[in-house]
Structures are given as C-alpha cells and as structure tokens.
C-alpha cells in the first residue's frame, strides 16, 4: 500500500518540464512513467483449474474472457489445455487455436519462434497443465524468454495449490520455501526432510513439498517417521473440488490418527518445526 501523495503547488506539465534537468525523467509523485514500455503483444500467464470445478467458481470473469479470446497458446499439455479451453469458451472454433507444446524438445530456437507472433501485435497464452503457470513449471523459461525480448508478461488471478495450501494450514505465512519433489530414494529422502526440518526450525519458515498422487501414502508415512514428534504437519488434499480437505496437526498426533485416504488426489505437505 502507498503512502498518500504530500500536496504540491499546481503548475503546467511545460513548466514542470522545463524546471528538469535534460534528458532527466520526473520521479515526483503524480507524474507518468517516462520509462518505455513494451511495444507489440502480450504473454497472458492463465491459470488452469486444480480439479473438476466449474471455471466461475476458480477464475475470475475478466480472465476467462481473455482466455476465450486468445488464438495462440504455449502449453505443458495440449490435452488439457484444451480441456481448459472447453471450459472457458472461445471465440474462435477451439480446432483454430494453436496450441504449442511445451515439451523436452523445446529448446529457445523453438519458444522464439512460437513467441515471435507477440512483436507483431498478436497476444498468447501460457497454461500449466493445472494451477498457475511457470511456478514450479517448465513456463517459467517462456516467461523468461519473452521478458529478454521484451515483450509484456501479464499474470493472472487464478488458484495455486502452494499459495492456498499455505493459506489454509495455519503455518508460518510470511517465511515458507516451496522445494518441490523430495528424493525418492529412501536415504536421500531422510536426509533432505531432516534438512528443511532443521531449516524450518532455525529460520521458522514453514516448508511446502508435494509428490507424485500414487507415491502420496509413502511420502505421509515418511514424514511421520521421520520428523520430529512436536513438528506441525498440514496435509491439504485436492484443493478446490469436491475432494478438498485440509488438516494440521503435529506430526505427534497424526501417528494417533488413521492415515487421510491420499491415493491419487493432488496433495500438498507442509510443515513447521516450533
């Protein structure tokens, strides 16, 4: 939030101008940005939903109407960018859209080419395969891209599993670290969840990890063995569809508990060492 502006004496944009040092832009409150902006199209950084809700219930009207009016989009998954697409509604008949796949092949030859329609005024999308894109997502490199070429990237309110997930969990909400996967081989997997616990204690900065859906069991019955007893624990299952549930208790309690039914539902594992 900003600070309010202090009062100062009304004058013409010429006299104001002609008080400047030359070649200097005007850093006083109220005046525009003399800094250029970027010329030609825009990246729209589009969420894609976490489930099987409705659009209206996760995405906000002004971004599904952008959505519906894009022609071009840079996708983890063609399928369930159409699927989201379908969704959505589009102005165009949805076999018109190109849809570029965002796979181990595309190397920055190829984005190059899938973002040169942007300098000639044409906008594209970039869809995750669920939740926002380019957070803990190969679009980050597209976005990347498009900022060196400079062009506009403009994000897009819509749900985050991380951010919602921390939201809900009751834990530290102002120093968390998102890592990812944790190792799946057994020894590395100890050591790195003893690690962010040592982290979690020392900076109390809650830490956010999540698993492959079938490999959820395993990963919930690792966190009980091996983190410390009065350590908080929040397990936040499938957000925003009907299969949502979300609880936090210390990882002392969760071994009284029976085991929450995590088999092939999107989960988050946070944690916090007190």
């Known amino acids: 939030m900003s600070a309010p502006g202090r009062p100062k004496r009304e004058s013409s944009v010429g006299e104001d101008v002609a008080k400047r040092p030359?070649?200097?832009?005007?850093?006083?409150?109220?005046?525009?940005?003399?800094?250029?902006?970027?010329?030609?199209?825009?990246?729209?950084?589009?969420p894609v939903g976490l489930g099987e809700a409705p659009p209206d219930t996760w995405l906000p009207a002004a971004a599904r109407a952008q959505a519906g009016r894009l022609r071009r989009y840079i996708a983890e998954n063609?399928?369930?960018?159409?699927?989201?697409?379908?969704?959505?509604?589009?102005?165009?008949?949805?076999?018109?859209?190109?849809?570029?796949?965002?796979?181990?092949?595309?190397?920055?030859?190829?984005?190059?080419?899938?973002?040169?329609?942007?300098?000639?005024?044409?906008?594209?999308?970039?869809?995750?395969?669920?939740?926002?894109?380019?957070?803990?997502?190969?679009?980050?490199?597209?976005?990347?891209?498009?900022?060196?070429?400079?062009?506009?990237?403009?994000?897009?309110?819509?749900?985050?599993?991380?951010?919602?997930?921390?939201?809900?969990?009751?834990?530290?909400?102002?120093?968390?670290?998102?890592?990812?996967?944790?190792?799946?081989?057994?020894?590395?997997?100890?050591?790195?969840?003893?690690?962010?616990?040592?982290?979690?204690?020392?900076?109390?900065?809650?830490?956010?990890?999540i698993e492959t859906p079938y490999r959820n069991g395993a990963m919930f019955a690792s966190l009980l063995e091996h983190l410390r007893p009065d350590t908080r624990l929040c397990v936040a299952r499938a957000l925003t569809t009907a299969e949502e549930w979300v609880r936090t208790l210390t990882v002392a309690q969760w071994r009284q508990q029976p085991p929450p039914a995590l088999d092939k539902q999107p989960t988050l594992f946070l944690f916090l060492a007190d």
């Not at 005046?31 to 825009?42: D, I, N, Q």
């Not at 063609?78 to 181990?104: M, Y």
Request: hydrophobic share 40%.
């Open 22 to 46: 030359e070649g200097r832009p005007s850093t006083a409150p109220g005046h525009p940005s003399t800094a250029p902006r970027p010329e030609g199209g825009t990246l729209h950084l589009l």
């Open 78 to 209: 063609a399928k369930t960018a159409r699927a989201f697409l379908k969704q959505v509604g589009t102005e165009s008949p949805l076999q018109e859209i190109d849809i570029q796949v965002l796979d181990r092949q595309a190397d920055e030859a190829r984005l190059r080419t899938w973002l040169a329609p942007l300098a000639a005024g044409e906008d594209i999308g970039l869809v995750s395969e669920a939740g926002c894109p380019a957070v803990a997502d190969p679009g980050a490199k597209v976005v990347a891209l498009a900022h060196r070429l400079g062009h506009r990237v403009q994000p897009w309110v819509g749900p985050s599993s991380i951010l919602l997930g921390l939201m809900a969990s009751g834990l530290e909400g102002q120093r968390f670290a998102f890592h990812g996967y944790a190792p799946v081989k057994p020894a590395d997997r100890v050591a790195q969840l003893r690690h962010w616990e040592q982290n979690s204690r020392r900076e109390a900065q809650t830490q956010i990890l």
